[in-house]
Nanobody, 121 residues
Framework: QVQLVESGGGLVQAGGSLRLSCAAS????????MGWFRQAPGKEREIVAS????????YYSDSVKGRFTISRDNAKNTVYLEMNSLKSEDTAVYYC??????????????WGQGTQVTVSS
């Protein structure tokens, strides 16, 4: 089992940047593929980005491609989401999740509690 704790959310103006972090504890972090998801009010949760165990396979949703960057540091048991050129539609609760296979259609078994990102226009 792995425990996940997100941090780095907050209030930012449109066009600004934020960097989310997700610290993992428990079983070996490098064994897990990681994903970032978000859920806006009244909307379903959607995947934002994912990264494989070694970092060699990365996926981005079309809505964030070119603006967000996912990365991981297995030595620090942490996955990051660098968010640039933020838009009001990026406002959501952001969650990190751990699973065995990276990608939009994969099952993620472990979830963090979420961190709020609010982009003001």
């Amino acid at each position: 089992q792995v425990q996940l704790v997100e941090s780095g959310g907050g209030l930012v103006q449109a066009g600004g940047s934020l960097r989310l972090s997700c610290a993992a504890s428990g079983r070996i972090f490098s064994s897990y593929a990681m994903g970032w998801f978000r859920q806006a009010p009244g909307k379903e949760r959607e995947i934002v980005a994912s990264i494989s165990q070694s970092g060699g396979i990365i996926y981005y949703s079309d809505s964030v491609k070119g603006r967000f960057t996912i990365s991981r540091d297995n030595a620090k048991n942490t996955v990051y989401l660098e968010m640039n050129s933020l838009k009001s539609e990026d406002t959501a609760v952001y969650y990190c999740a751990a699973g065995w296979v990276a990608g939009p259609g994969s099952i993620y078994d472990y979830w963090g509690q979420g961190t709020q990102v609010t982009v003001s226009s």
